[in-house]
């Protein structure tokens, strides 16, 4: 069979399967911690659509965890992976111990992403600094390669002592100007 013999359906198989080995991420500790999952949606024969809720820690900044509900479709194309995913996602996040920055980070820097299609839809939970308050800020939203979604969810983080010998640290100090 020549070159130019090859079905159209083996070139698009071809192409899925390499864009969604693009897709799997580098490092298998960036995932987040599965906390549990609900069924929302009963399906007979496929997976049943679920709200699934995740726990990350701040890669950058020790001492804060945020948790994330995020609905996941059920479903053949859920089941084979190719569904779409909606927007709608919830998140709170809290002081787990002692604040302490490890670097410095500009507003608005990316601490979780995550593809919510094969192609051209993600989530991302950003974080930022109100210098003012001395309050770390944290916003979930999604995205898509052509038109964005207005759909999101802040959670702030207010940098309190925790301990008798904590001492607290200023945002400011770590925001890159």
Same mark, same amino acid.
């Given at each position: 069979m020549s070159f130019y013999a090859v079905p159209k359906s083996i070139w698009l198989i071809s192409f899925l399967l390499f864009a969604g080995l693009a897709a799997v991420p580098a490092n298998a500790a960036d995932e987040p911690d599965l906390i549990f999952k609900r069924s929302t949606v009963f399906k007979l024969l496929t997976p049943n659509d679920k709200l699934a809720t995740y726990g990350i820690d701040d890669p950058e900044v020790d001492g804060v965890a945020c948790h994330f509900t995020a609905p996941e479709r059920g479903g053949v194309k859920g089941w084979l992976g190719v569904a779409e995913e909606v927007s709608d996602i919830s998140l709170s996040c809290r002081q787990i111990g002692p604040i302490r920055f490890k670097a410095k980070f500009a507003q608005g820097d990316d601490v979780f !992403? $995550? !593809? !919510?299609?094969? +192609? +051209? $839809?993600k989530m991302q939970i950003v974080r930022g600094c109100d210098t003012k308050r001395n309050v770390l800020v944290y916003m979930v939203y999604s995205d898509r390669l052509i038109e964005g979604s207005p759909k999101n969810s802040t959670s702030s983080v207010p940098i309190m002592p925790w301990g008798q010998n904590d001492q607290i640290q200023k945002c400011a100090d770590f925001v890159e100007k």
């Open positions: !992403r $995550k !593809r !919510r299609s094969m +192609f +051209f $839809k």
